[in-house]
C-alpha cells in the first residue's frame, strides 16, 4: 500500500495558525488526513497541474533538452506548472514562449497523464508554430524539430512524457493511414 503523503509532500506545520501537523483518520473522510493539532484545520495535499504543448509544424514536433533538474539533459516538450492566474491553455503557451521561445497557437487537447508518486497531473495539448524560429530558453540546453520515426525514446525525460508523445504518434499514423486510403482509394477509381 502506499503512504498516505510523501515524506516530500508533507508539510510539518499549519499554514493558518502555524501549529504541528499530525496524520488523522476522521470520522468524515476514507483515507488519513493531515491535520492540525491546534486549530483543527484539514490540509489536504493534492496533485499538482502540469501543463504543456506538443509544437507541430509540418508533420514534425519540436522537443527541448532540459537544462535543470530533474533529469537535465533529457528531452520533453515544453511544460511545466500552471500559475493560479491562467488557463490551462495559456499556461502551456507561456511554457512554450520561456522555454523553446516560440508563439504556439493552441489545439486540442491531446491527453491527461497522471503520476501519483510524484503528485502531478499534466495536460498536454497539441500546438501549431506558424513560424517563428525556436530558440532555447533558460530552462534549455537546445531545440530540435523531430519527425515521428526520430523521436529520441531511450532519452526521453519521464514515463509521461513518452506516454504523450506515443499518442501523438499514434494520431499521426492514424491520420496519415486514413490519408493513403483516401489516395489508393481514389487512384483506383
Same mark, same amino acid.
Given at each position: 500500500?502506499?503512504?498516505?503523503?510523501?515524506?516530500?509532500?508533507?508539510?510539518?506545520?499549519?499554514?493558518?495558525?502555524?501549529? +504541528?501537523?499530525?496524520?488523522?483518520?476522521?470520522?468524515?473522510?476514507?483515507?488519513?488526513?493531515?491535520?492540525?493539532?491546534?486549530?483543527?484545520?484539514?490540509?489536504?495535499?493534492?496533485?499538482?497541474?502540469?501543463?504543456?504543448?506538443?509544437?507541430?509544424?509540418?508533420?514534425?514536433?519540436?522537443?527541448?533538452?532540459?537544462?535543470?533538474? +530533474?533529469?537535465?539533459?533529457?528531452?520533453?516538450?515544453?511544460?511545466?506548472?500552471?500559475?493560479?492566474?491562467?488557463?490551462?491553455?495559456?499556461?502551456?503557451?507561456?511554457?512554450?514562449?520561456?522555454?523553446?521561445?516560440?508563439?504556439?497557437?493552441?489545439?486540442?487537447?491531446?491527453?491527461?497523464?497522471?503520476?501519483?508518486?510524484?503528485?502531478?497531473?499534466?495536460?498536454?495539448?497539441?500546438?501549431?508554430? +506558424?513560424?517563428?524560429?525556436?530558440?532555447?530558453?533558460?530552462?534549455?540546453?537546445?531545440?530540435?524539430?523531430?519527425?515521428?520515426?526520430?523521436? +529520441?525514446?531511450?532519452?526521453?525525460?519521464?514515463?509521461?512524457?513518452?506516454?504523450?508523445?506515443?499518442?501523438?504518434?499514434?494520431?499521426?499514423?492514424?491520420?496519415?493511414?486514413?490519408?493513403?486510403?483516401?489516395?489508393?482509394?481514389?487512384?483506383?477509381?
Amino acid at each position: 500500500m502506499r503512504e498516505a503523503f510523501p515524506s516530500f509532500t508533507q508539510p510539518r506545520i499549519c499554514h493558518q495558525c502555524g501549529g +504541528p501537523l499530525r496524520e488523522r483518520l476522521l470520522e468524515t473522510e476514507e483515507r488519513r488526513r493531515l491535520v492540525c493539532e491546534r486549530c483543527g484545520f484539514i490540509h489536504y495535499i493534492n496533485p499538482r497541474v502540469v501543463v504543456g504543448v506538443i509544437p507541430e509544424r509540418r508533420s514534425r514536433l519540436l522537443l527541448l533538452r532540459r537544462a535543470i533538474e +530533474p533529469r537535465h539533459g533529457t528531452w520533453t516538450f515544453p511544460a511545466g506548472f500552471m500559475e493560479v492566474d491562467e488557463t490551462p491553455q495559456e499556461g502551456a503557451q507561456r511554457e512554450a514562449e520561456e522555454e523553446v521561445g516560440v508563439s504556439v497557437e493552441i489545439g486540442p487537447l491531446l491527453g491527461l497523464y497522471s503520476r501519483p508518486g510524484p503528485g502531478i497531473l499534466l495536460i498536454v495539448f497539441r500546438g501549431r508554430v +506558424p513560424a517563428d524560429t525556436p530558440r532555447a530558453g533558460r530552462e534549455s540546453l537546445e531545440v530540435r524539430w523531430f519527425g515521428a520515426d526520430e523521436i +529520441p525514446w531511450s532519452e526521453l525525460a519521464f514515463d509521461t512524457t513518452e506516454w504523450a508523445l506515443r499518442d501523438w504518434v499514434a494520431l499521426k499514423t492514424k491520420r496519415r493511414s486514413r490519408t493513403r486510403q483516401r489516395a489508393g482509394g481514389a487512384r483506383g477509381q
